[in-house]
């Protein structure tokens, strides 16, 4: 577990090693926790629209988790959510992600079991799919290309290659996930993906993968889910199950057409002065303690202008023929507060415009006219720290992070504390190191590195130095080159005895050639080493290289071991 980081906050570092975990504050704590964060929000005095926003927010998120895990999911499955004390909420995108994004779903339900909860997933699906190639690992069958320090790839070498999923066409722009529709999706070309992925692992030593073994679910799921988004979700909960990993799964998307999104909206719009500096002062706050120079990071600056605000939702519509791109949502600065609408556009020049709304500022219209907007196919999306902020302010009892946005939601609380004034709600920071098993030999010590490097630069330099003055030639050689030292002319006199001295140079560098042709490679045979167990060791492959028998076994366990305090 990690402990405590820059002024107090938590230090999310996940170790590399094998079958490890970060796992902060200790999920075995999760029902203090949640006793805290409940108390919270009962002991202090809250605004009088967030309570009752809580509670609407909180059946409607978990009625419509239950209405889209019933269309794949046993009944079983749904009773375990019946009347939950808790919800539990985490979410990610719906890609292909690593073991120790999946770490956190079993985690999730661990948490939820052992609290009498409800763990419930959120499918983050109106991000962009760009996630249409699989990095395997593999190994060359001849010597090619160069690929870091100028050093080649030899017959027999490990190496990573992307392996191209039939997502979408090249010529097709990126769309939001749950509108990459799998309309026509042809099978046989995954088959072919497949093929590539298992001949890749079989090529080091690893045989066997849920892509290869699950592939009859995968084409299933591709073929009776109208998106890529339910398809790769629905993929991977289904196996979930079947090892009692038993969260509900909800779109985002589901959540956000919704009355209580569309009523936090709502007060995002009528409150949009004061969310709009607060959110760009926390911002900016946050910038300073921690360095950050560029200006995307955490997040982008909310703007402003010609009148206009930027708030930080996304606007788009769903129209996958005519869709360009996901836009910022503007809110037009009412010249006249009589006006009993507020206007939204997704564009601050009328030029480009292509979505305009008119949000009604009495605050009984709202649910009409949200859900007329949704009828005609808006979505208006959260970006990513409010997406957090109403989650966890909300919808969840606890909530539990991945290191991405657990190293942002400091952030996110103090827009909370600013702009709710209510005090953050407590969270679990979580993730996992699992390697995949490929089979490697060897170490590439850093110091040895250094000794090769530094061996080469001073063959460069100083190349006298490696003379053998043994040898008749070679003493000569070191002798010539000693004497020109002894001899330098003064300032003025030195052209003709600084061509000698490149001279000599060069004729000393040709005669330990061998010597630096040895220490090259054993440099290069260090860096393939080194590259070697970079692979080996890597934590970023998907969970779909790995065997369904290996990899969820090691999750449950590592779930277990994050459940006990003692062992945190």
């Not at 985002?252 to 009355?259: N, Y």
Request: aromatic residues 8%.
């Amino acid at each position: 577990m990690s402990g405590p980081g820059h002024e107090g906050q938590r230090s999310l570092k996940v170790p590399r090693e094998n079958n490890t975990f970060l796992c902060t504050p200790p999920a075995g704590i999760a029902q203090a926790l949640l006793r805290q964060n409940k108390s919270r929000n009962v002991s202090k005095p809250l605004v009088d629209w967030i309570r009752p926003l809580q509670t609407l927010a909180r059946a409607q998120a978990l009625q419509a988790a239950r209405d889209y895990t019933s269309t794949y999911a046993s009944e079983s499955v749904l009773n375990s959510s019946t009347e939950p004390s808790n919800l539990v909420v985490g979410g990610h995108q719906p890609e292909l992600f690593h073991p120790g994004v999946w770490f956190k779903n079993v985690l999730l339900s661990k948490i939820a079991e052992s609290t009498s909860s409800c763990g419930l997933h959120v499918i983050i699906d109106h991000d962009l799919a760009r996630s249409d190639a699989i990095r395997v690992p593999a190994q060359s069958t001849a010597t090619m290309d160069s690929f870091e320090h100028g050093i080649g790839y030899e017959k027999g070498e490990l190496y990573q290659t992307a392996i191209s999923l039939p997502i979408r066409s090249d010529s097709r722009n990126r769309l939001p996930w749950h509108l990459t529709l799998t309309d026509g999706t042809d099978l046989g070309r995954w088959k072919e993906a497949v093929d590539q992925i298992a001949s890749g692992l079989a090529s080091c030593g690893v045989f066997g993968s849920i892509a290869q073994d699950r592939f009859p679910l995968l084409s299933e799921c591709l073929s009776k889910c109208e998106n890529f988004s339910d398809a790769f979700s629905q993929f991977r909960h289904r196996i979930e199950i079947e090892h009692g990993v038993t969260n509900l799964e909800v779109p985002i998307g589901s959540i956000c057409d919704a009355s209580a999104f569309g009523r936090f909206m709502h007060h995002c719009v009528a409150d949009a002065d004061s969310l709009w500096s607060i959110y760009n002062r926390c911002r900016s706050e946050y910038r300073h303690r921690h360095s950050i120079r560029n200006q995307a990071q955490p997040v982008p600056e909310l703007l402003q202008e010609d009148g206009m605000l930027e708030l930080p939702f996304w606007i788009y519509k769903r129209d996958v023929a005519s869709f360009t791109d996901r836009k910022r949502l503007w809110l037009i600065v009412d010249e006249n507060p009589s006006l009993d609408e507020y206007r939204l556009v997704d564009h601050p020049d009328p030029a480009q415009r292509t979505i305009w709304l008119s949000l009604p500022k009495d605050p009984n219209q709202v649910d009409l006219a949200w859900s007329r907007w949704v009828n005609e196919g808006v979505c208006i999306r959260p970006r990513a720290l409010m997406t957090t902020l109403f989650l966890r302010c909300f919808v969840a009892d606890l909530f539990v992070h991945g290191i991405g946005g657990g190293a942002y939601d400091e952030l996110t609380d103090a827009i909370i504390l600013a702009w709710l004034g209510m005090e953050p709600p407590e969270y679990i920071t979580c993730s996992a190191s699992l390697h995949l098993g490929i089979s490697a030999s060897g170490d590439a010590k850093v110091e040895s590195m250094q000794r090769a490097h530094r061996a080469l630069q001073l063959m460069r330099s100083v190349p006298e130095r490696f003379l053998d003055t043994t040898q008749s030639d070679q003493k000569q050689l070191f002798d010539e080159h000693a004497q020109l030292l002894s001899h330098i002319p003064e300032r003025g006199k030195k052209r003709a005895w600084h061509a000698e001295i490149i001279r000599a140079k060069a004729q000393m560098e040709s005669a330990i050639a061998e010597q630096k042709r040895n220490a090259l490679a054993e440099l290069q045979s260090l860096y393939r080493t080194q590259h070697r167990n970079k692979i080996r060791n890597s934590r970023e492959f998907s969970f779909c290289l790995f065997r369904e028998a290996d990899i969820l076994p090691r999750l449950i366990h590592l779930a277990d071991q994050a459940m006990d305090v003692s062992s945190s």
